[in-house]
């Protein structure tokens, strides 16, 4: 049994156990790939996969036991070269942060500036994807920190801390008709009267969007949902509808053209850092995350995250 062996056999099942994508994926050969698979299975003396004629199915009750025991081992031996290199390697590797448009766009560059001044040698990676990616590519490895407002506190084998707290703005041209009532006045009835622009479902606090207007019992007319603040935005400059966006999103400068309302309607919303359970994170890793939240409790996040640091 060897390593390469046992990452083929998470790669088979993550390629929905295709033997092309998995040879691709991992740079080898498909007869390659074959070949270790049914090594390990004479080895172990048990069949691992589902067969029909030479394609895989799916796995067997051994093989889905254990896949558990592969992800655990492939984890643990990934987290003991990062150890090696805190000590051997102290400011240079690489960090991926998966995170959200929104993220990306308008909360991290000051932060990623800062970063980069600390450790010049660390190769940082930033994956823009969608909540439900971020927390998949942490769950899979393929990513270091997630932080996005959704998904991240609702998978178990996550831990996060806090990020910032944040509300909903609604966003119209200048001179438009809800910019001539004072915002307090601005009820979700008042809004409802107009076209709105927001985030696709899944991003950027939408769910609690359409819970405000269930909850009033309202039908809102709702002309286009995008996946990013700056698409929303250019829309309600042509006029299309009225937008609801991260606060964070408006750009005095450049939004010029447009107004901001701040708003309570939609209640508080939090955006959250996370990393996966069991994953040795470097210690600039750590630092990016205090860089982001000053007031984290990073050994508390360390002892969660990874117990036996």
Same mark, same amino acid.
């Given at each position: 049994?060897?390593?390469?062996?046992?990452?083929?056999?998470?790669?088979?099942?993550?390629?929905?156990?295709?033997?092309?994508?998995?040879?691709?994926?991992?740079?080898?050969?498909?007869?390659?790939?074959? +070949?270790?698979?049914?090594?390990?299975?004479? $080895?172990?003396?048990?069949?691992?996969?589902?067969?029909?004629?030479?394609?895989?199915?799916?796995?067997?009750? !051994?093989?889905?036991?254990?896949?558990?025991?592969?992800?655990?081992?492939?984890?643990?031996?990934?987290?003991?070269?990062?150890?090696?290199?805190?000590?051997?390697?102290?400011?240079?590797?690489?960090?991926?942060?998966?995170?959200?448009?929104? #993220?990306?766009?308008?909360?991290?560059?000051?932060?990623?500036?800062?970063?980069?001044?600390?450790?010049?040698?660390?190769?940082?990676?930033? #994956?823009?994807?969608?909540?439900? *990616?971020?927390? $998949?590519?942490?769950?899979?490895?393929?990513?270091?920190?997630?932080?996005?407002? *959704?998904?991240?506190?609702?998978?178990?084998?996550?831990?996060?801390?806090?990020?910032?707290?944040?509300?909903?703005?609604?966003?119209?041209?200048?001179?438009?008709?809800?910019?001539?009532? !004072?915002? /307090?006045?601005?009820?979700? *009835?008042?809004?409802?009267?107009?076209?709105?622009?927001? &985030?696709?479902?899944?991003?950027?606090?939408?769910? +609690?969007?359409?819970?405000?207007?269930? *909850?009033? #019992?309202?039908?809102?007319?709702?002309?286009?949902?995008?996946?990013?603040?700056?698409?929303?935005?250019? &829309?309600?400059?042509?006029?299309?509808?009225?937008?609801?966006?991260?606060?964070?999103?408006?750009?005095?400068?450049?939004?010029? /053209?447009?107004?901001?309302?701040?708003?309570?309607?939609?209640?508080?919303?939090?955006?959250?850092?996370?990393? /996966?359970?069991?994953?040795?994170? /470097?210690?600039?890793?750590?630092?990016?995350?205090?860089?982001?939240?000053?007031?984290?409790?990073?050994?508390?996040?360390? +002892?969660?995250? &990874?117990?036996?640091?």
């Amino acid at each position: 049994m060897n390593f390469q062996q046992l990452r083929i056999i998470r790669e088979t099942v993550r390629q929905n156990f295709n033997l092309t994508e998995a040879s691709a994926a991992l740079y080898t050969s498909q007869s390659g790939v074959s +070949k270790h698979i049914k090594d390990l299975e004479d $080895e172990l003396g048990v069949q691992l996969f589902i067969r029909k004629g030479k394609r895989l199915l799916g796995l067997t009750e !051994p093989g889905q036991s254990l896949l558990g025991i592969v992800e655990r081992m492939l984890v643990d031996a990934d987290n003991i070269k990062r150890l090696a290199d805190d000590f051997n390697k102290v400011d240079e590797g690489t960090l991926t942060i998966a995170t959200t448009h929104t #993220q990306a766009r308008y909360v991290l560059p000051p932060i990623v500036n800062s970063f980069k001044k600390l450790f010049p040698k660390v190769h940082l990676i930033l #994956q823009q994807a969608s909540p439900v *990616e971020i927390s $998949e590519m942490l769950l899979m490895g393929d990513a270091d920190i997630g932080i996005a407002t *959704e998904s991240l506190t609702t998978e178990d084998n996550l831990a996060s801390v806090p990020f910032y707290n944040w509300k909903h703005s609604i966003i119209t041209p200048q001179g438009h008709p809800l910019t001539q009532i !004072p915002p /307090r006045e601005i009820t979700l *009835e008042r809004l409802a009267e107009h076209p709105i622009i927001t &985030y696709h479902g899944g991003f950027t606090g939408r769910s +609690k969007i359409d819970k405000a207007f269930e *909850e009033a #019992q309202l039908d809102v007319d709702l002309v286009m949902s995008a996946l990013d603040a700056d698409v929303i935005k250019t &829309y309600v400059e042509l006029g299309m509808g009225v937008g609801i966006v991260n606060d964070v999103a408006y750009d005095t400068e450049r939004d010029h /053209r447009l107004k901001q309302i701040d708003t309570d309607l939609f209640g508080v919303n939090t955006t959250w850092i996370a990393v /996966r359970k069991g994953h040795l994170l /470097r210690g600039y890793g750590y630092e990016f995350v205090s860089l982001c939240a000053p007031s984290a409790d990073i050994k508390a996040l360390k +002892k969660i995250a &990874y117990p036996n640091d």
